[in-house]
């Protein structure tokens, strides 16, 4: 086989094929004509050639002749797959190529690249087209090709170094997910340059760009592109671009038993039901209808604000804590305040763990006293919430695994406690006790300060680089703000009797414990930093000179010390 020949003349690490025959030409030439042969030919999974799904083939012939694709196809379909076969068939087959990988965050972009990295480790024709193993940096994951092609995955950053790579094709994953300032800066200007003015007509000189993701909130820039790409492609409308292809798919249209029925079963059972619509029927939802509409919730991600694993010396912080009732998750929520007369607060870190015992859940909070500077915690009084407090009553000792020694931590007291009057310790524990009134005061603030943009919720991982330490557990961190924004845009406000609201989840089983622990440090926030008399209140319950309050800085250097034990120092 003629075709097989030109591509086994460049031996892994070798120099590329130089004289190519005629008859090796023409074998390239069918493959770069039809890309279903080519990924039957080149490519391999399971020792076997690679076969697509119906639609797969549909897209890939699309994808291969239109400049511009967008896939939105439901989870499973083999959109990342689909991506991955597409870069390599490019870059195998054209010289020169410049692939980018770009996702909602590099982790996703490295999916694409790990795919790459499969089809690799399994087809010999791949192995031999490449100068080297594929690499997997902090910055950016690229495998090499013999003719001077790359496939190359990265991180979003501000995405002035996605534009400075000058990609010749750009694929998007998760498209939905990446923000749009990000698109703005990379897509737009990509689109621009559609292309090369000396290519002509030659296919190898455009550049291409491929969009995926699952179908999402009507509010989204997704939805906007998909309104835009129906037009693009329809040839009655004035819009109508032959260089555009809209391919939706949805977990319907895959062959039986691509997609096991289990799975798809499972998942119907245990999302939530506009999620699941969402991500396998492939159906563009409306905005929520609750008290809080998911457009709103989101309108507060700010794609420049990263979790925070631990707190900055130079800030303080507010814990909103939901303790855990029997089937309920136990959640804390940390908010990092804004500067005095800045109204910008920050929800920066977000947990919740399920079957924890009352000593572990005092014992996490201690944790997060360690590593935040907390100047207030607002705890629920019910649901075990008086059992914490006990727990934390008492001083406790630490033992610190770094400096191998052990301290003593001081006593987290309620202020509103009068048998906590005498007591030593730090004064800066609120129950609240969720009544009618205060639950609808507190939902009520929650949406003046979305509404007003003043509490923002984190958009990305910071550095974005994989690998990095703390990554893992800032990608946990933003793990569980969806969870929060889920929940929130959840919330339906019903009125009761006492006329105050009630305001739940649509069915008992849904959780909300996170967005309780939200509306708490919020309460704690706007408590701390609302005009009103606040310093009277404690001073009634407790005498503090001003020696007693420790700057953040102060905090850091000795987190749980003595400051607050030692009325002397
Ligand atoms: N043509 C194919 N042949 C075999 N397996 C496939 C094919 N396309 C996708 N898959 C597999 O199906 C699974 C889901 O694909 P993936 O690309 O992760 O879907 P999505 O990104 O749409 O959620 C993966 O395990 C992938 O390897
Ligand atoms: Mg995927």
Same mark, same amino acid.
């Given at each position: 086989?003629? @075709? ?21 030409? #023409? ?9 279903? *042969? ?30 511009? /694709? ?33 996702? +909602? /965050? ?15 480790? #399994?087809?010999?024709? =791949? ?28 991180? =979003? ?16 994953? #998760? ?38 993701? %699952? ?17 693009? %492609? ?37 999302? !939530? ?42 800030? #303080? ?18 908010? !990092? ?51 914490? @407090? ?16 052990? !301290? ?23 129950? *609240? ?18 509404? &007003? ?5 984190? &958009?990305?991982? /910071? ?48 959780? @909300?414990? =996170?967005? /309780? +622990? ?52």
């Amino acid at each position: 086989m003629a @075709k097989r020949k030109v591509l086994n003349n460049a031996k892994k690490g070798g120099v590329p094929a130089v004289n190519v025959t005629d008859e090796q030409m #023409e074998a390239v030439e069918i493959l770069r004509n039809d890309p279903i *042969v080519a990924a039957h030919e080149l490519l391999e999974r399971k020792m076997r050639p690679l076969t697509l799904t119906l639609y797969q083939r549909w897209s890939l012939r699309q994808m291969w002749e239109k400049q511009f /694709s967008y896939l939105v196809w439901s989870r499973g379909c083999g959109k990342t797959t689909m991506l991955a076969i597409y870069l390599i068939l490019r870059a195998l087959l054209f010289s020169g190529q410049r692939c980018v990988i770009v996702s +909602a /965050s590099y982790r996703q972009a490295i999916l694409v690249m790990r795919e790459v990295e499969r089809f690799w480790q #399994e087809s010999p024709h =791949l192995q031999a087209s490449v100068t080297g193993d594929p690499t997997f940096g902090t910055t950016e994951a690229i495998l090499n090709f013999n003719n001077g092609s790359y496939i190359k995955a990265l991180p =979003l950053g501000d995405g002035t170094k996605i534009r400075g790579e000058r990609a010749s094709t750009l694929v998007v994953d #998760e498209y939905a997910q990446v923000p749009r300032d990000i698109l703005d800066t990379v897509v737009r200007p990509f689109l621009n340059v559609t292309a090369d003015p000396m290519g002509g007509r030659d296919t190898q000189a455009k550049n291409f760009m491929v969009i995926a993701t %699952t179908a999402y909130y009507k509010f989204s820039h997704a939805y906007q592109t998909y309104q835009d790409y129906k037009r693009l %492609t329809d040839p009655h409308d004035t819009l109508y671009d032959p260089s555009y292809c809209l391919s939706e798919f949805s977990y319907r249209d895959a062959p039986e038993g691509f997609m096991d029925r289990k799975i798809i079963a499972e998942a119907k059972r245990s999302m !939530e039901h506009s999620q699941f619509l969402m991500e396998y029927e492939n159906i563009w939802l409306d905005d929520t209808e609750g008290y809080f509409p998911r457009s709103l919730v989101e309108s507060a991600r700010r794609p420049w604000l990263s979790p925070r694993v631990q707190g900055d010396p130079r800030r #303080e912080y507010v814990m909103g804590i939901d303790p855990a009732r029997t089937r309920d998750a136990f959640a804390i929520v940390i908010i !990092e305040l804004a500067d005095r007369g800045a109204l910008d607060h920050r929800v920066v870190f977000a947990h919740q763990e399920f079957q924890m015992t009352f000593q572990d859940m005092t014992a996490t909070i201690r944790n997060f006293l360690r590593t935040f500077h907390i100047v207030r915690i607002q705890m629920d009084a019910g649901g075990g919430g008086s059992t914490i @407090k006990d727990l934390l009553a008492v001083p406790a000792l630490h033992y610190d695994e770094r400096t191998q020694t052990t !301290e003593s931590e001081d006593a987290i007291l309620d202020m509103d406690d009068e048998d906590h009057r005498y007591l030593s310790g730090q004064r800066i524990l609120r129950m *609240v006790k969720f009544a009618p009134k205060i639950i609808t005061k507190m939902n009520n603030d929650l949406k003046a300060q979305l509404q &007003g943009e003043r509490i923002y919720l984190p &958009g990305r991982i /910071s550095q974005d680089g994989w690998g990095d330490p703390g990554w893992e557990a800032e990608a946990r961190i933003l793990k569980n703000i969806d969870t929060l924004i889920a929940q929130t845009s959840n919330i339906v406000a019903t009125p009761n009797q006492t006329g105050y609201y009630s305001f739940d989840t649509p069915t008992q089983r849904e959780h @909300k414990d =996170l967005y /309780s +622990a939200w509306i708490l440090a919020l309460n704690g926030v706007l408590e701390l930093r609302s005009p009103q008399p606040e310093a009277a209140q404690l001073a009634q319950g407790f005498w503090m000179s001003n020696s007693m309050i420790r700057t953040p800085a102060e905090h850091l250097q000795n987190p749980q010390g003595n400051a607050w034990n030692n009325p002397y120092r």
